[in-house]
Structure formats: C-alpha cells, structure tokens
C-alpha cells in the first residue's frame, strides 16, 4: 500500500468514526431522561445553559516558555503573567497586569536530565511559574474568578518517579496548588480551569458503565471530539468529580484533600467551536453560575469559543523567537569564545 491508499483509508476510517459518534449522540439524546448516571452529581446528562454577560474582576494566568539545546547544556526560559479584566453591564471598562503587560523572562539551565526528565523538567517550572502568578493576583485583585489555561490540578506526566531528581520540585509545585486552593476558598475566588482541547476518556467511560451499548462507538472517541456531536450551542454535561478515586490516583493523592473537591463538566459556548472543558472547586459558585459565566465570556468569536481575558494572557505570556534568541546570545557573550557554546549535531549537520 503507497502513502496515497494510506491516507484514503484513514479519511474512510475518520468518516466511519465520525458516522459512528453521532449516531451513538443521536441515541443519548433521544434517551434523555431515561438512563440513569450513577457516577454524574447531576440527573441530566445534557443541560442548557443561559449565557451570563461579563460582570466584575474576571483574571486569568498563563505562562510561555521556551528552550533551545546545546552541547551539554538545556536553556530553559520561562515567563508568566496575570491579566485582569474588569467588566460593568458586559462591557470591558479597565485591564491590568501582573507583574507587567510584558512579564520579566527568566532562564534556568541544566546539563544532567535526559530528554523525559527534562520536558518534565520544563513543564514544572512552568506550572511554578503559572502558580506563583495565580496566587499573587488572588491576594492581591482577589478577584470573582481566576481561570487558569488548562487544568486545575497536574498531570500523570507531570510526577516524576520516586528516584528522580525532580521529586522536590514536584513536591514543592503540588504545595502550591493546595495553597492556591486555599487561598481561592477564603477569599470567596472561583478558580477555574480551562481545556481548549481536552483528549479526556472519565467522561466517555462513565457514560459507557450507564449505557453499554455506547462502550464500542465510545472505545475510539475522546472526549471532546464525541461531544462536539452530542452538545449543541449553549449546552453543558452534567458535573462529575475529577477522579472516581482521588485517594489512588498518583496525581491527585498529592493535594491532600482538595483532591475530592475538584470537579468538572464540558460546555459548549458556540455552535462553531468545539466544547471546552471546564475545571473548579466545589466550594467555588453553583455548578450553573460557573457554567453561565465562562459561556458569557467565551462568546466572543463564533468560531473561537475562549475567555478573552484568557486570550490575552496567551498572547502576552508567549514566548517570542526573538525574545530566546536574545538570551541565547547573552549567555553566549557571558560564556566567551574560550568554551563557547555549540549546537547540537542534529542542528549544525552540513547537509540535509
């Protein structure tokens, strides 16, 4: 089989998929009501959702990275920052920054990790950066919500094993989460946490346990791309814990017992975009509020479903190619031409 067949199969098996999604959507919905959800905090398994205009201190917190590879050296540069949004009848009447609109790069440098250890490496020192941000306008604006770019928690990948060198710097990125939740709960902060593109499965292995005869359809879905079939413009999943277990799961045990408060459900702001899903605290505001807020500040392109303050904060704290070439060269000045600098062989071969 040449390349061309290849590709008219995976068209023929993507379309099938497609095919097979939305009719195992169309038996959902025509049995709303009619299946029960044990696992789900909710009875319904699609609710609507009325838009709630932007009102009050909305913040939101990202971080950009990059990295650039030597011989026996990893640059990492970081850079996070806060942005805050301030709304009055749904309309934007002041913005501001922290600690600036155009947040101070930080580099760090390693020479040890291997390639795993050193994209965790970069990942957590990111989500550092991200969390010490959050905290300081959380203390600071104390704002009604504080969203965060992705989820409110880490990842699988994000633990090191107990070996690692990583460990503390583990320990200490997962301290400041509780602490972030923390603070979030006593200052009455809704903290939420955005997906654009989740590739989840709890949500799809939930409905499969309720309804088995969607196991199969579902085995090769993820969640976002079945329920951009099942969710229509304006429409939420009903809510559901993190984890089923948070007391086993390697990651969540870590948060001590913030860990079971945290909850999520998808929601689909627009018809031309598709579901985001949507992270929060069960001491944050009823499941609805949380929902008719973040669909009211995701409306403003048809086709690009994301709080704009969300939007903001990406565009500020990514990492410009200049922005790297200029702390590559610095370094380099610093390093001198006694021992300077050289490029991987990967990226310095003569010939292609």
């Known amino acids: 089989m040449d390349w061309q067949e290849s590709v008219v199969e995976a068209a023929k098996t993507y379309l099938a998929r497609q095919d097979e999604w939305g009719e195992c959507a169309r038996r959902l919905r025509f049995n709303l009501g009619k299946i029960q959800y044990p696992e789900a905090l909710e009875a319904d398994l ?17 971080g950009g990275l990059g990295t650039a590879a030597f011989h026996g050296l990893d640059l990492l540069a970081i850079k996070a920052l806060a942005v805050r949004f301030d709304y009055e009848n749904g309309q ?50 104390k704002p009604s919500f504080l969203l965060l770019d992705g989820s409110i928690a880490p990842l699988v990948s994000d633990k090191p094993p107990e070996d690692s060198e990583l460990k503390e710097l583990y320990s200490s990125v997962a301290a400041l989460y509780q602490k972030l939740y923390s603070t979030c709960s006593a200052s009455g902060i809704n903290l939420v946490g955005i997906t654009k593109d989740s590739r989840g499965r709890r949500f799809l292995d939930l409905v499969s346990r309720a309804a088995p005869d969607s196991k199969d359809a579902l085995a090769s879905a993820s969640d976002t791309s079945f329920l951009d079939l099942l969710l229509a413009e304006g429409e939420r ?43 929060f605290l069960s001491t944050a505001a009823p499941y609805n509020e949380v929902a008719q807020t973040i669909c009211g500040l995701s409306r403003l392109a048809p086709h690009y479903a994301y709080p704009a303050v969300l939007i903001e904060a990406d565009l500020r704290a990514a990492m ?31 010939f292609r």
């Open 46 to 62: 699609i609710l609507p959702v009325s838009a709630r205009p932007p009102a009050g201190s909305i913040a939101a917190v990202d």
């Open 237 to 279: 999943t009903f809510c559901m814990k993190y984890s089923v277990s948070p007391s086993t799961n390697p990651v969540l045990k870590d948060l001590g017992e913030w860990a079971a408060r945290i909850l999520a459900f998808y929601l689909k702001p627009t018809a031309g975009d598709r579901p985001l899903r949507v992270e």
């Open 92 to 141: 934007l009447i002041r913005h501001a920054y922290l600690p600036s609109a155009h947040p101070p790069i930080t580099p760090y440098t390693t020479s040890s990790m291997d390639g795993f250890e050193q994209m965790r490496f970069s990942s957590l020192m990111r989500l550092r950066a991200e969390l010490s941000a959050a905290l300081s306008a959380a203390e600071k604006w």
């Open 320 to 350: 410009r190619p200049d922005e790297l070439e200029q702390v590559v060269a610095d370094l380099s000045a610093r390093i001198g031409r006694k021992r300077p600098l050289m490029p991987l062989r990967r990226d310095s071969r003569p």
